[in-house]
């Protein structure tokens, strides 16, 4: 089993940036699949970005494809999420989640087994 805390959250205005940090816990990080997922008032969790175990494969939503990127250091057992040029739409909870399932860099959130509590971005206008 892995353990994750996200941190890294904040009010930020519209154009500026964040890095959110996720630390795990537990199994060894390159065990699995990370991605990142967020969930608006009133919305259903959606994808954001996802990155391979190893590293060398990444998947984004297009919403946020050339302004985020996502990033891991297995050896620190961190994932980060840096979020550019943020729009007021991105305000939302933002998630990690870990899959183990290594043969696929799934965009759904069933497809993740082990989830974070959350932390909260707010893009003002």
């Known amino acids: 089993q892995v353990q994750l805390v996200e941190s890294g959250g904040g009010l930020v205005q519209a154009g500026g940036s964040l890095r959110l940090s996720c630390v795990a816990s537990?199994?060894?990080?390159?065990?699995?699949?990370m991605g990142w997922f967020r969930q608006a008032p009133g919305k259903e969790r959606e994808f954001v970005a996802a990155r391979s175990f190893s590293g060398y494969s990444t998947n984004y939503a297009d919403s946020v494809k050339g302004r985020f990127t996502i990033s891991r250091d297995n050896a620190k057992k961190t994932v980060y999420l840096q979020m550019n040029s943020l729009k007021l739409e991105d305000t939302a909870v933002y998630y990690c989640a870990a899959d183990s399932a290594r043969g696929r860099l799934g965009r759904r959130s069933g497809e993740y087994d082990y989830w974070g509590q959350g932390t909260q971005v707010t893009v003002s206008s």
């Open positions: 537990g199994r060894t990080l390159s065990s699995y699949n």
